[in-house]
């Protein structure tokens, strides 16, 4: 559990079912109102479950 997990991510990247994407609270930016984008730590992107569950 040592990989850095934002709020956004439903898992750790590299996790089998899982895959990156577009942060839509920031439109993939990693910004909001000049800050760092809290759901996805300023990355634009976030880890997200593919085929849901
Ligand atoms: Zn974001």
């Known amino acids: 559990m040592a ?3 934002n709020p956004g991510d439903d898992a750790a990247p590299g996790t089998p079912g899982t895959g990156e994407d ?4 920031c439109n993939g930016s ?3 109102d000049g ?3 809290p759901i996805c730590g ?6 997200e ?5």
């Not at 577009?22 to 609270?25: L, P």
Request: aromatic share 0%; charged share 15%.
């Open 3 to 5: 990989d850095p997990i």
């Open 22 to 25: 577009v942060c839509r609270r």
């Open 30 to 32: 990693g910004q909001i």
């Open 35 to 37: 800050g760092e984008c």
């Open 42 to 47: 300023g990355t634009g992107t976030v880890i």
């Open 49 to 53: 479950g593919i085929g849901g569950g």
